[in-house]
């Protein structure tokens, strides 16, 4: 029973989802506010409806780069339209019960989960291919973008928009490109047949790593600065532990055998889980 509820729990999407929510509450912490289940429970709706659209899409594609997830997921596959309808429905209405910016804001990861993921004839004239995913960076730069809008969505839930909620944008940016590029590392067999073009598919594993520990060595640099000028508190001083921990579980990757599937599903994604939490405990502390 165990181990279905944990298969659940990370194949489900689930950890993910909760990783949005650990994030809304890291950013409201930051600003001295309360995180509210409301705020909490809509963080994971539109997370978990992202992710259920996304896995409805590409089903067939992750069997080349996750067959585990594929088949789990395989049993739900005509249901999952439907989950990501119920998810975006539930989560809009609790939004424009909340207030009419906070909801229109929260229109910009629904256009971008679109033209992520199902994409637009359109973009073909644009960009060169129908998806955004399939573009070179430009699937880590929209996921990354998606996730940055986190602190400006708490603030305006709290009807706060305050200069450290806009400084926590680069980083949490900066903090998911290193993600998506891990997982593309993983998905290269995958992403090469389907001719989708990451940085491990056109560049090799080799350069996009030494890319992740550069852009690690950024982030880690920028939570620095932020807290030598003032801009952050002191206490958030603990979040320079997720730099170190992604490149902790990148060199675990490397060795043999790497377990891959684990270190993104589990170690990789439950990352974000950790925000929130380290972020309590640093201010206990310190």
Not at 9 to 34: E, M, P, Q
Not at 92 to 114: G, K, M, N
Not at 262 to 278: K, N, R
Request: aromatic share 12%.
């Amino acid at each position: 029973m165990i181990r279905s509820v944990a298969r659940e729990f990370v194949h489900g999407g689930h950890l993910l989802a909760l990783g949005t929510a650990s994030i809304a509450a890291f950013c409201a912490t930051l600003i001295d506010k309360l995180p509210t289940f409301q705020l909490l429970l809509m963080a994971y709706l539109f997370s978990y409806a992202a992710y259920s659209m996304n896995r409805a899409v590409e089903l067939k594609q992750d069997a080349f780069s996750n067959p585990e997830r594929t088949s789990y997921l395989r049993p739900r596959k005509k249901y999952l339209p439907a989950i990501t309808i119920a998810c975006f429905s539930t989560g809009y209405v609790l939004a424009i019960l909340t207030s009419i910016p906070f909801f229109l804001a929260l229109l910009i990861p629904l256009v971008l989960s679109l033209a992520y993921t199902i994409g637009s004839k359109a973009f073909v004239r644009l960009i060169g291919a129908k998806r955004l995913k399939e573009k070179l960076l430009l699937k880590n730069i929209v996921i990354s973008l998606g996730w940055s809008l986190v602190p400006v969505i708490v603030g305006l839930y709290f009807n706060e928009i305050v200069p450290v909620l806009l400084l926590l944008m680069p980083l949490i940016f900066l903090r998911l490109f290193v993600n998506t590029i891990f997982f593309d590392a993983r998905d290269i067999v995958g992403d090469g047949l389907y001719g989708v073009r990451t940085l491990p598919v056109i560049y090799g594993l080799h350069r996009s790593y030494i890319l992740m520990n550069v852009v690690d060595l950024v982030s880690a640099s920028y939570i620095l600065v932020l807290i030598f000028f003032g801009l952050l508190p002191i206490y958030s001083a603990v979040i320079i532990i997720l730099p170190i921990y992604s490149m902790l579980y990148r060199w675990l990757s490397l060795k043999n055998p790497a377990h891959i599937d684990f270190l993104c599903d589990v170690v990789g994604d439950g990352e974000y889980i950790l925000w929130g939490a380290i972020l309590f405990i640093g201010r206990i502390l310190i």
